[in-house]
């Protein structure tokens, strides 16, 4: 069975920290650049940050960028995403995806073909 599963959401106040995980089973995980949205309250989907398949190119959103962190370990199959400094606007639910990109920087939803179920991250203020 393909699948993405997130886990590492948390409440956690203003200026800590989290590491958010994504694990993947049933796909080669190392031919594909991996992905992380977000989506809040209210708004639409919002890209996050990128890497590719090697872990050796990785794009971030100007909104997260010095902040959050995205690496990859190809042979556990998982994907994480370090968020440091969390701001109250982090909140959302925080979801990782696979593709094969045709560009680079993937940032755009449809470029991504496999979806977790996303992780709650709560900043209190």
């Known amino acids: 069975q393909v699948q993405l599963v997130e886990s590492g959401g948390a409440l956690v106040q203003a200026g800590g920290s989290l590491r958010l995980s994504c694990a993947a089973s049933g796909l080669t995980f190392s031919s594909y650049a991996m992905g992380w949205f977000r989506q809040a309250p209210g708004k639409e989907r919002e890209f996050v940050a990128a890497?590719?398949?090697?872990?050796?190119?990785?794009y971030y959103a100007d909104s997260v960028k010095g902040r959050f962190t995205i690496s990859r370990d190809n042979a556990k199959k998982t994907v994480y995403l370090q968020m440091n400094s969390l701001k109250p606007e982090d909140m959302a639910v925080y979801y990782c995806a696979a593709t094969v990109p045709s560009r680079w920087p993937p940032t755009r939803e449809y470029e991504y073909g496999l979806w977790g179920q996303g992780t709650q991250v709560t900043v209190s203020s």
């Open positions: 890497i590719n398949w090697s872990g050796g190119t990785s």
